[in-house]
């Protein structure tokens, strides 16, 4: 049976109800109880203090590779589920790039159950569009379904040809399931690394043009009507495919889109000197793009703040910069680089709360992200204030690959709680 916890006098913040205040906050059966008033014959079994904290609905994580099954050198279902823990993560979303692909029951089911086996978060798989991602053939899309898939998507493997994305968009209406594209056409991007640009021609590096981005955008826009398909950008990176699904949500259709917390801080002047740290898919695009970005999650078009995790072993990232593998290792700074965008003024703390909370909550349809009576448990208490550097003592990753090692971020968890149990304490 759930422990009854007592989260007492800590910073509520509620971005679904709006509610921000000091309050106690009771838990029972897995379930918040009572927020302010000591509900009736309640009696705590544990009391967390949280003077000087938030209290925040458990971050949903839209965009996070745990690595397993296929690829156990990099990471864990076990290790980075710790990882998603200690930075307040109680939901994530896996991509269906794993070996084998997320492309039937059978292998959802593993993952499930190497979840449950390992106590980590909530993960829900995201099905594969086409079998071994093939871009081809479609999978059984009403099977993922039944074993657990919200969503399906083909990750960065790009589809054969339009009429497949179209007949793909259409057996995924057909049993209500998002479709999760992210957008880079393959023939445009070629051969890229970094972002077509000032900084790829003086490194002598290929470049990947905002074009990549913008036509695979228009692309599934266009297809939206005739397949009656529900689409969600995955990690958009420049600000002309900002301004493209912002056009398409004013005129009410059915997408939404997130960002990686890097595309909000780093920009493609950190690949200077070659820092495979910075390698990643997308690439870091120009400062204006950071900024348009950042308004976009503001105001809403961009609905979520994503890790976009990928830890890798450290050889991955040793070759020269081109053959390095994208990615960075990301689920324990989600926090504290979306606390800096409050920080530096380029957006207010409810708004950036919500992209990691109530906002992917609702677009996936979950019962989730609220602080609300009745609610589902799944919440952190996290230290705004404070500092601490990235590094081996601090890190439960067991990818390194982040180019904030050693750097001072602000903004710490220091309980994690999942259906009303602790599941990380700092």
């Known amino acids: 049976m759930s422990p009854r916890i007592l989260i007492s006098g800590g910073r509520v913040v509620d971005p679904a109800s709006g509610g921000d205040s000091i309050q106690d906050l009771y838990i029972a059966g897995g379930r918040i109880v009572g927020l302010g008033a000591k509900p009736d014959g309640y009696a705590a079994d544990l009391e967390i203090p949280a003077q000087g904290h938030i209290v925040s609905p458990g971050f949903i994580d839209l965009c996070a590779r745990l690595r397993e099954p296929g690829q156990e050198h990099k990471g864990t279902i076990a290790s980075e589920g710790k990882a998603a823990f200690a930075g307040g993560i109680t939901t994530l979303c896996c991509p269906p790039d794993t070996s084998p692909a997320i492309d039937s029951p059978a292998v959802v089911n593993l993952i499930l159950e190497k979840t449950e086996a390992a106590g980590g978060p909530r993960i829900l798989p995201i099905g594969a569009l086409t079998p071994e991602l093939n871009g081809r053939d479609l999978s059984e899309m009403g099977a993922l379904k039944s074993a657990g898939c919200l969503a399906v998507g083909n990750a960065h493997a790009p589809m054969a040809n339009t009429l497949v994305l179209r007949r793909a968009m259409e057996y995924a209406a057909s049993h209500d399931l998002l479709v999760v594209v992210r957008p880079e056409d393959p023939y445009l991007a070629d051969t890229g690394c970094v972002h077509e640009g000032p900084v790829s021609t003086r490194l002598g590096l290929r470049g990947i043009p905002y074009a990549a981005e913008t036509v695979a955008v228009a692309q599934v826009l266009a297809l939206l009507e005739p397949t009656g398909a529900r689409v969600h950008f995955a990690q958009i990176s420049c600000a002309r495919a900002a301004r493209a699904i912002a056009r398409a949500q004013d005129k009410g259709e059915p997408v939404s889109a997130d960002v990686a917390a890097h595309q909000l801080h780093l920009t493609e002047a950190d690949i200077d000197g070659f820092d495979a740290l910075c390698h990643v898919r997308p690439p870091l695009r120009g400062l204006g793009d950071r900024d348009a970005l950042r308004l976009a999650v503001r105001d809403g078009t961009l609905a979520a703040i994503c890790s976009d995790h990928q ?44 992209a990691l909370t109530s906002r992917p909550a609702a677009l996936l349809g979950l019962d989730a992200g609220s602080l609300r009576v009745g609610a589902v448990a799944d919440l952190c208490v996290f230290d705004p204030e404070a500092e601490w550097t990235v590094g081996e003592g601090s890190w439960l990753s067991r990818g390194r690959n982040t180019p904030f090692w050693g750097k001072s971020l602000k903004g710490r968890v220091a309980y994690t709680l999942a259906a009303g149990r602790v599941v990380f304490r700092r």
């Open 311 to 354: 830890p890798h072993e450290p050889d991955a990232k040793l070759d020269a910069f081109p053959s390095t593998e994208p990615g960075i290792s990301s689920l324990e700074t989600l926090l504290p680089l979306t606390l800096a965008l409050v920080e530096q003024g380029a957006m207010a703390l409810h708004p950036a709360l919500a």
